[in-house]
């Protein structure tokens, strides 16, 4: 009986460090804008000054040493992305485990809070900066009935799909809109920071 040797192939599901730090090189004007716009909102509020700056640089370095690997198949942009997202999630439940130990370890009468926050309950603090956040690009959008119901839908957590369905859209208007919703968020969050 013959016997079968696997030999192991390169991982062509993860991009190697030079594709990596090609793509990123690569990256436009406009995309450097777009990643420094979202890293500056998802910096918003961050306990213990953790800075745009940091998270985007944070999420680089963890894209190019290969902590986060890199799918070719995902546009850069977009995981990049993604991995400012992570980081920012995790600050927040690092932040609010210190704040646990802490309280717990002063106050054991605060144990009832605790326990609310370990199932799930979120910071009110980020309960209320979301609001006004959203309460903000409702404003922002009041005479377009469209980009309202699409940002309605995306508030109540439902999908692309779902929201062409339910408010009769097609795909072309949803996304027509969707450029447009991203370009007023660019614009506002430019003259906010000024």
Not at 39 to 56: E, H, K, N, Q
Not at 104 to 130: C, I, K, T, Y
């Amino acid at each position: 009986m013959e016997r079968l040797t696997i030999t192991p192939r390169p991982d062509d599901a993860v991009a190697r460090a030079v594709d990596v730090a090609s793509a990123i090189d690569a990256l436009s004007d406009l995309e450097l804008v777009r990643l420094k716009a979202l890293a500056r909102l998802g910096s918003r509020g961050l306990p213990g000054g953790l800075g745009w700056s940091d998270i985007l640089h944070e999420a680089i370095a963890r894209v190019l040493d290969g902590s986060r690997p890199w799918p070719p198949d995902v546009p850069i942009l977009a995981f990049l992305s993604g991995v400012m997202r992570s980081i920012c999630s995790d600050h927040w439940r690092r932040a609010r485990l210190e704040q646990r130990l802490l309280v717990s370890r002063d106050d054991p009468h605060q144990q009832s809070w605790l326990d609310d926050e370990a199932d799930g309950v979120p910071d009110p603090e980020r309960v209320l900066a979301a609001a006004q956040a959203l309460a903000n690009v409702y404003r922002l959008f009041e005479a377009d009935p469209s980009a309202l119901k699409i940002i309605a839908g995306m508030a109540d957590g439902l999908a692309a799909r779902e929201i062409c369905k339910v408010n009769g859209l097609s795909e072309l208007d949803y996304e027509t809109t969707r450029r447009r919703i991203r370009r007023a968020l660019l614009r506002d969050q430019r003259n906010w920071n000024k």
